[in-house]
């Protein structure tokens, strides 16, 4: 029997594509072990992924390179996959197919959406992100960095402006205490002068008992003040103060 060309190219091209199919079956249709289990049967998640119900299953990577390969980060596991990933149904929120299999635990549970609590949570697959789609996410990401970086800005510019205005209070409250130091050091002066005209008369009319030993009348702060031994300067604190007890006593 005669095969046509055309005939030969489909049958060829059908045996490359089931094996394709099969490579990329085998490849990403399996769980890598994200989470130690998975209560989906492996035939089911074969299909969904065949049937591009729910999004190839890949490793996912730390930090997504920056080469050709577009990457797209899972909002449950902060990984990064490529070839897109699945979106809620209700929110359009992405999601790897392994944490959508935890979330959803079994086909037939039914739960809510992680991201809207919308119940009943489902998800579709969509393919990669298109070109417009991914520049309109990068537009939406540069305003919102452009948005913080505005924010940071103010914040600071408001930071320097309470700095500037605590330094001019604080030179305002400096130049006040000087003034007021200044008139109070006028006052001092005249305190002082008063003080010695009337300091004579004072010790004349001193009616308490004169300190009879000179070399027990020492003055304590003058000993601190010179370093002297502080042992030594206890114990002529406790006999001054023994002296002047004794004093009293006579007294009464
Ligand atoms: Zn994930
Ligand atoms: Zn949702």
């Known amino acids: 029997?005669?095969?046509?060309?055309?005939?030969?190219?489909?049958?060829?091209g059908q045996i490359k594509s089931k094996a394709m199919?099969?490579?990329?079956?085998?490849?990403h249709c399996t769980t890598t072990g994200l989470y130690p289990k998975c209560s989906w049967p492996a035939k089911t998640i074969k299909k969904l992924v065949c049937d591009k119900k729910l999004s190839p299953i890949f490793k996912g990577v730390e930090e997504p390179t920056a080469g050709n390969v577009e990457m797209d980060e899972c909002p449950i596991c902060f990984l990064s996959?490529?070839?897109?990933?699945?979106?809620?149904?209700?929110?359009?929120?992405?999601?790897?197919?392994?944490?959508?299999?935890?979330?959803k635990e079994t086909p037939t549970t039914i739960c809510d959406c992680p991201f809207c609590n919308k119940n009943d949570f489902a998800v579709v697959y969509l393919g990669p992100k298109s070109r417009a789609e991914r520049e309109t996410e990068q537009e939406d990401q540069r305003k919102v960095e452009e948005a913080q970086l505005r924010m940071r800005e103010e914040?600071?510019?408001?930071?320097?402006?309470?700095?500037?205005?605590?330094?001019?209070?604080?030179?305002?409250q400096n130049s006040q205490e000087k003034q007021s130091a200044s008139r109070s050091s006028q006052t001092d002066d005249s305190f002082s002068e008063s003080e010695a005209s009337t300091s004579d008369s004072e010790s004349e009319s001193e009616g308490e008992p004169q300190i009879p030993?000179?070399?027990?009348?020492?003055?304590?702060?003058?000993?601190?003040a010179n370093n002297h031994n502080p042992a030594e300067l206890e114990d002529l604190m406790i006999m001054e103060a023994?002296?002047?007890?004794?004093?009293?006593?006579?007294a009464n």
């Not at 199919?21 to 490849?27: I, L, N, Q, T």
């Not at 914040?155 to 305002?172: C, F, G, T, Y």
């Not at 023994?242 to 006579?250: D, T, V």
Request: a positive charge.
């Open 81 to 103: 996959y490529p070839m897109g990933l699945n979106r809620a149904r209700c929110c359009r929120q992405e999601i790897c197919t392994e944490c959508f299999l935890q979330i």
């Open 21 to 27: 199919r099969d490579s990329f079956e085998a490849k």
């Open 1 to 12: 029997a005669i095969i046509s060309t055309s005939s030969l190219l489909l049958v060829m």
């Open 155 to 172: 914040e600071i510019k408001k930071d320097r402006e309470r700095a500037k205005k605590l330094e001019q209070e604080k030179q305002k």
């Open 242 to 250: 023994i002296r002047l007890s004794l004093l009293e006593g006579n």
């Open 213 to 224: 030993d000179a070399q027990v009348a020492v003055d304590f702060n003058d000993m601190l």
